[in-house]
C-alpha cells in the first residue's frame, strides 16, 4: 500500500473562494481542527499579499506541531522571504514557490520568454532552498504547458532544490487519462525525479477535480492537494473528503492509503461551511445533508433489509454519530463542555460562558438544541470584535407593511459606549433594517452580498446570515445568527462593519508608524 501525502489548501486556495474573508480566529480554528483531521500538510495562506495574510499564517504556524506548514510565494525574493518569515517558527515549515509554464500564461501574463520562467524558477528555488529543504515548486497551468518544457523545468528545479514538485491543473482543464499521463510522461523523462515527490493540484471547472486527482496516483503522484468542501477558487479544488472517502473505500483499486482520521471529517466540512459561509449542498458526496439519505420505498426497504444495498459508506467512518446525550433546558455546563469538546470547539473561559448563556437562551425557545445550533452559536463567538470596540445590537422592532413598505427601529450601542436609535422605512424588512443602521453610521455603507440559510431543517431552526459590505473604503463580510431572520441580519451588518472597523484602526495604526 503506497502512503499518499494529504496537502490541504483550504486557507489559501480555499480562501481564494469569491466572497469569503475568513477573520485570523476563524483561520485558526480551522487549522487546529486540520491538525486532528492528519492533514499532511496545510497550506496557511499567501504571506506577501497582506499584513494579515502574513500575520495570520505566523499564528498558524507557531500553533501547529503535528503537520508541516505551508505558505505560497511567487517567484520573487520578497514573497518568499515574507513566506519565510511568516512560517519559520512551525514544525516542519515550507515554502511553497509558483511561476506559469504555459505558452499562454508566460507570453499574456508573465511577458517573459520560456527561458526567462526557467532562470526565474531555478532563481527562486535555489532561493528558497538556503532557508529549507522543505521546498515545493509548482508549474502554474501545467496541463496546458508543453510536456517536454515541463521535463526540462522540473529537472532544473530539483537540481536547485525542491523536494516536491506540483503539476496544477490551474484552470480544470484536463481529463482522468491526460492528466495520468502528464505524471506518467515526467515520471519516466525526468532523470532526477528520484528525488522529489510529484504532487497533483486539481481545480473543477469541467467537474473533474477528484477524478483527476485520483488518476494522478495512477501516474506516480504522491502527494495530492485539496480543499475541505472543495472550496476554491471558481469552481473550485478538488474535495478533500470525497478523494479520502474513494481512497479508503476503493483501496484495492487505488492501492494507497492517507494518514487522515477519517470520523473528523464531517466536523472538519461543517467548520469550514460555518466560516466561509459556503453552504454545503445537500447532494454533495460524502458531507451533503442528503449523502446518506434515503427517500424512496424501494431503497428504504432494501436498507431496512440489509444496510449495504444502498449504503457504500457507513456514516460513523466520517464521524456522524447518533447523538446519545440530547442537550436541552435541563443540561448543565458539563454536559455542555463535554459537547463542546465533542464537536471540535475551542474556547478560553469567557467565550465558553457566553456560548453556555447563549445555549440556556436557546433552550428556553426550544426543546432540543442540536450541535449544528451549537456550531453556529460558537462560531458566531469566533472572530466577533469584543464589545468595547464594537458596535452592539441592543434591540430591534420591525414593522412589516402589508403594501412592502417595513420600518424598523433598532438601538445599538456604539464602540464608545453611547446609545443610538433611529427608525427607517424600506421596501421589506431586510431593507428598512439596513436603512435604519446606515442612519446610525457616519459614512455610506454599500450592500455587496446578503446570504441566508438555516442551521436545520426544522421550523425553530437558527437562522445566519452573511453579509458582505463596502464602508469607509474597505470591504468586509459578517456573519449574524439569531431565532429570527431580521435579528440575524441586522447583527450580520454590524458584524461586517466591526470588522471593517478593525481594518480602518490598523491603518491609521500602520500610516501613523509610516510618518
Ligand atoms: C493559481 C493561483 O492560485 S496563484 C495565487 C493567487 N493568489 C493571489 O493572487 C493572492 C492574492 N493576491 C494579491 O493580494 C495580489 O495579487 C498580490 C499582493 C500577490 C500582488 O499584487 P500586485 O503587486 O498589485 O500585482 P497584481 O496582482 O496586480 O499582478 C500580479 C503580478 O505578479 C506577477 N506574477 C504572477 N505570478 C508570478 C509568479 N509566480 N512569479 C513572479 N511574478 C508573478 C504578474 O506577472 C504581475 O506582475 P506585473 O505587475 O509585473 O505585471
Ligand atoms: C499556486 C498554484 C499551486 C495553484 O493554486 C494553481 O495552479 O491552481
Ligand atoms: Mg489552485
Known sequence: MGKIEIFDTTLRDGEQSAGVNLHADEKLEIACQLERLGVDVMEAGFPASSRGDFLSVQRIARTIRKCSVAALARSTKNDID????????????????????????????????????????????????NFTSNVEWSAEDATRSDWDFLVEIVTKVIDAGATVVNLPDTVGYATPQEYAGMFRYLRERVPNIHRAKLSAHCHDDLGLAVANSLASIEGGAEQIEC???????????????????ALAIRKQVYQAETGLELNQIVRTSRLVSKYTGL??????????????AHESGIHQDGVLKNKLTYEIIRPEMIGLSSNAIVLGKHSGRHAFRN????????????????????????????????????????????????????????????????????????????????????????????????????????????????????????????????VKVKHQGHVGTGRGIDND????????????????????????????NHH
Open 279 to 292: 453552504a454545503v449542498p445537500p447532494n454533495k458526496a460524502v458531507v451533503g445533508a442528503n449523502a446518506f
Open 227 to 245: 480543499t475541505i468542501n472543495g472550496i476554491g477558487e471558481r469552481a473550485g479544488n478538488a474535495s478533500l473528503e470525497e478523494i479520502a472517502i
Open 339 to 466: 459537547k463542546c469538546e465533542e464537536l471540535g470547539i475551542q474556547l478560553d473561559d469567557e467565550r465558553f460562558h457566553l456560548l453556555f448563556k447563549h445555549f440556556k437562551e436557546l433552550t428556553e425557545k426550544r426543546k432540543e438544541v442540536t450541535d449544528e445550533d451549537i456550531m453556529a452559536l460558537a462560531a458566531d463567538l469566533t472572530g466577533k470584535e469584543k464589545g468595547a470596540d464594537a458596535y452592539e445590537l441592543v434591540f430591534l422592532q420591525v414593522h412589516y407593511g402589508a403594501q412592502g413598505v417595513s420600518t424598523a427601529t433598532i438601538g445599538i450601542k456604539t464602540p464608545e459606549g453611547e446609545f443610538v436609535q433611529e427608525a427607517a422605512t424600506g421596501n421589506g424588512s431586510v431593507e428598512a433594517i439596513y436603512q435604519t443602521i446606515q442612519r446610525l453610521l457616519p459614512e455610506p455603507i454599500e450592500l455587496m452580498d446578503y446570504r441566508i440559510q438555516s442551521t436545520t431543517s426544522g421550523i425553530d431552526s437558527l437562522a445566519e446570515v452573511y
Open 82 to 129: 515574507a513566506a519565510w518569515e511568516a512560517i519559520k517558527e512551525g514544525g516542519n515549515p515550507r515554502i511553497h514557490v509558483f511561476i506559469a509554464t504555459s505558452p499562454i500564461h508566460m507570453e499574456h501574463k508573465l511577458r517573459m520568454t520560456p527561458e526567462q520562467v526557467v532562470q526565474k524558477a531555478v532563481e527562486s528555488v535555489r532561493y528558497a532552498a
Open 485 to 512: 431572520v431580521l435579528g440575524a441580519s441586522a447583527k450580520a451588518l454590524l458584524d461586517a462593519i466591526n470588522r471593517i472597523m478593525v481594518k480602518v484602526r490598523a491603518g491609521a495604526v500602520l500610516a501613523t
